[in-house]
C-alpha cells in the first residue's frame, strides 16, 4: 500500500495537497505493525490502535476523493472514467490496512481461540473481513485486466484463482467449525503464491516498455503497477490466521 500509494500519487504529481495523506498513514501503520510484531508487552497499545484507527479513516476519506474525481468526469460513470480515473478500490487498501492493524492488535497475544474483535467472535469476523477484501480486490484486478484486453492468458489467473479463495473463507465465516480446512488451507496459499508471481509478471511487463528497465524512471510510471498484486498475499495471509482462530488447525 505504501509503495504503491507513492508510485501513483507521484504520477499525479501530488494535484491535491491531500494525496500525502495515504502515504503517511501507509507508513505509520507499517510502522506500529512492525512495532506490535516485537512489543513483548501482553496489553494492547494505546497509540497503535489511535494509528491504525486514523488509517481506516484516511482512507475511507480517500475513497470519496476518488469517487469524485470519477464522477466529474464527463461521461461520469463510463467505462473510459473507471480506467483512467482514480482508481475506485485503491482507498479500500488503506481501510483494510487500518482494520487488519486493528484485528492484529487485539489478538497477537490471545490465547483465547474465542476472543472477541470488534464485538464478534475474532475467526469469523477475520474471515469475513478477508473474503470482503479478496472480493474488492479481485474486482479491481478484473477492471484493470480487463481495460488491457486480457492480452496475456495469465491475466485470467487474479480473477480465476482468489475468488474460490474468497468463496472458501466466507464459508468458514459462516460456520462455526470449518468443514473444508484443508483445502480452504490449499487455495489461500495459492492465492498467497499468485500474489507474488503476479509482482513478477508486473515487472515483466514494466520491462518491456520502451528503453525497459533504463528507463526504470518513466516506465514504472506507465506499466502495470508492480506492488499491486502482493495485496492477493497479505488477504490470503490474512485468511490463514482467520482458520487458526477459528481453530480448524484442530482437524488438519
Known amino acids: 500500500m505504501l509503495t504503491d500509494s507513492s508510485i501513483e500519487h507521484y504520477r499525479g504529481r501530488f494535484f491535491n495537497r491531500g494525496m500525502v495523506l495515504p502515504i503517511i498513514a501507509s507508513a505509520l501503520t507499517l510502522g506500529i505493525s512492525l512495532h506490535g510484531a516485537h512489543d513483548p508487552t501482553p496489553r494492547a497499545h494505546k497509540l497503535r490502535h489511535a494509528v491504525a484507527a486514523a488509517a481506516a479513516a484516511t482512507g475511507l476519506i480517500g475513497g470519496g476523493f476518488h469517487a469524485y474525481n470519477v464522477t466529474k468526469r464527463e461521461g461520469r460513470l463510463s467505462w473510459h472514467d473507471l480506467f483512467y480515473g482514480a482508481p475506485l478500490g485503491a482507498p479500500f487498501a488503506l481501510i483494510l490496512a487500518g482494520t487488519m492493524a486493528l484485528a492484529a492488535e487485539h489478538v497477537r497475544d490471545a490465547r483465547d481461540r474465542r476472543i472477541s474483535l470488534f464485538g464478534q467472535p475474532a475467526g469469523p469476523m477475520l474471515a469475513a473481513l478477508t473474503a470482503g477484501g479478496l472480493a474488492g480486490t479481485i474486482a479491481e484486478a478484473a477492471l484493470l ?4 484486453a486480457f492480452q496475456d492468458k495469465f491475466m485470467y489467473l487474479p480473477v480465476t484463482i482468489p475468488p474460490i479463495a474468497a468463496g472458501l473463507i466466507a464459508k468458514a465465516a459462516l460456520e462455526q467449525t470449518p468443514r473444508w480446512p484443508r483445502l480452504t488451507r490449499f487455495w489461500l496459499r495459492l492465492t498467497a503464491a499468485l500474489g507474488f508471481a503476479g509482482a ?21 510510471l506507465a506499466g502495470p503497477p508492480i506492488p499491486a498484486p502482493p495485496s492477493f498475499t497479505a488477504l490470503a495471509l490474512a485468511g490463514l490466521a482467520a482458520l487458526d482462530l477459528l481453530g480448524s488447525s484442530r482437524h488438519d
Not at 513478477?200 to 514504472?220: C, E, I
Open 145 to 148: 485486466h480487463f481495460r488491457g
Open 200 to 220: 513478477g509478471f508486473h515487472a515483466y511487463g514494466v520491462s518491456r516498455n520502451m528503453g525497459g528497465w533504463r528507463n526504470w524512471s518513466q516506465n514504472l
